[in-house]
């Protein structure tokens, strides 16, 4: 790990002004991922603001109905939550199904939102990784990609996001609440937060220098059945090769987002028009532009079984 | 000379000049022999910080502790509570579990930094040889390990594990989450998925967390 200063913030503004005047510096809160990655010096701040005091651990129902999430929930909490459980079911669900539960003690809502890709040649450091180190090449193309992107991908990079909880938030249509060194505040569409690799892998999302989440909301409570589904290697702890958030209303009519195929939680409103008709014809839209590699084109059958199977359960 | 050579002999330079302490500067010249990067590791002197830990109910006041101490290592090296163990440093074994605030978390993964305010629980904490904690009373008695090594984060994980149960925190398994989540094995075997055991005791750890989970109830 490189050395760094560290300080705490007090306030939302004052920890998005200090990353500003701070060259280098980055957010922490609950650590999970990026101590990590300070450990293999793959992240190295040169200051930490720490932000778990800056009080955004609340959730709360807004006047307009809809569940205003803290920045600083802890996974454990958001899970647990009597609305979530509730009216967000696929929330909760998606986030049970991540990590172990010493990890979702410590991760934050934000976060899970900012963490990582777990490409293998991300992590290792003797590998090339235009994420990594930009311009260096890209190991998983041509390498071992069994875990990898299989749409939206570029010849820059075929990492996945790795998380569950923001697969569920793309099909719940949270929006993230920011503020920015000057002060200024901004909502962001999840939709539009994560980005894809394209020329520029190591950019992940929409966030600019310095700014910092302080909440996460979701519109008010869409009913229906909702199914989470995790395909990963081991029953519990382990990535998804493949998972599957549906909200699926009575007449049949619904939403689906996919995690472990793209660089960011993957939807495509226009695939949910077939939604009544079945999981292959959602499929065919969702994934039309899939570009697979020989270790993962098993994905794309993976992503339609598991979504038959899915909508099947929601059939009840 | 190489352009690697002379790129670390001009640094060792500077980092000479510029080390106060011969603690320091052992530590800098073992960071120049480190494998060469991509990049020359920018020039940067370790930051030391006073910090304040809580700990099994007695406060320690750690003196120039190094920011990138975490609470792993804070507690085995400048506390010597050595009970909790480093497997893996990445958060993904579970053997460096301690009790936080009530809540079980991986020590290796937040920095002893972060840690002040907070109730720290280890191994050392929970019980003593002559009183033992009864889950680690059940562990003696069901044989829930072979070496040991994992066996203190497995008790610390276990003890806030069924806290969790009992404050009704759903996981994977439960099949209702609307309704309180039932003591099963399956419940047990998920929610203790984040401690690994090489040496295969899950069975017999299984046994002792089920008993301790039936006396409580």
Known sequence: MKPFTYEKATSPAEAAAAAARNKGAKFVAGGTNLLDLMKLQIETPAHLIDINDLKLDRIETTANGELRIGALVRNTDLAAHGSVRQDYGVLSRALLAGA??????????????????????FYDTNQPC?????G????????????????????????????????????????????????????????????????????ENALAPGELIVAVTLPRPAGGVHVYRKVRDRASYAFALVSVAVIVQPDGTGRVALGGVAHKPWRVEAAERAMARGAKGVVSVLLADARTTADNAFKVPLVERAL??????AKG | MTEF???????????????????VARQMTGEAQAAPRDVPAPFATPVYVNVQL????????????????????????????????????????????VIVDGRRVTSCLT???????????????????????????????????????????????????????????????????????????????????????????????QEAIAEVAGAKR
């Open chain 2, 5 to 23: 050579d002379a790129k670390r002999r001009q640094w060792l330079k500077v980092s000479a000049a510029t080390a106060g302490t011969a603690a």
């Open chain 2, 54 to 97: 809580r700990v099994n109910g007695a406060d320690h006041q750690l003196l120039r502790l190094d920011s990138r101490t975490t609470l792993l290592d804070a507690l085995r090296e400048r506390l010597h509570l050595t009970g909790s163990k480093k497997g893996c440093d990445q958060g993904q074994c579970g053997a460096c579990t």
């Open chain 1, 136 to 203: 260096s090449g890209c190991g998983a193309l041509g390498g071992v990609s069994r875990q990898h992107a299989i749409i939206g991908v570029s010849d820059a990079c075929i990492a996945t996001h790795p998380s569950d909880m923001a697969v569920a938030m793309r099909v719940l249509d949270a929006m993230v609440d920011t503020v920015r060194p000057d002060g200024t505040t901004r909502t962001i569409p999840i939709a539009d937060f994560h980005t894809l690799p394209g020329t520029t892998p190591h950019i």
């Open chain 1, 130 to 134: 235009n994420k990594r180190n930009p």
């Open chain 1, 100 to 121: 172990s539960g010493q990890l979702r003690n410590q991760a934050t809502t934000a976060g899970n939102l900012l963490q990582r890709t777990r490409c293998s040649y």
């Open chain 1, 308 to 313: 038959a199977s899915v909508l099947s359960e």
């Open chain 2, 111 to 205: 920095l002893a930094v972060m840690q002040e305010g907070h109730e720290i629980t280890t191994i050392e904490g929970l019980g003593t040889p002559r009183n033992l904690h009864p889950m680690q009373a059940a562990f003696v008695k069901h044989d829930g390990y072979q070496c040991g090594f994992c066996t203190p984060g497995q008790i610390c994980s276990a003890v806030a594990m069924l806290d969790e149960m009992k404050a009704g925190m759903p996981s994977h398994v439960t099949a209702d989450l609307t309704k309180h989540a039932v003591a099963s094995a399956a419940e047990f075997r998920e929610r203790m998925s984040g401690n690994l055991c090489r040496c295969g005791a899950y069975s017999n750890i």
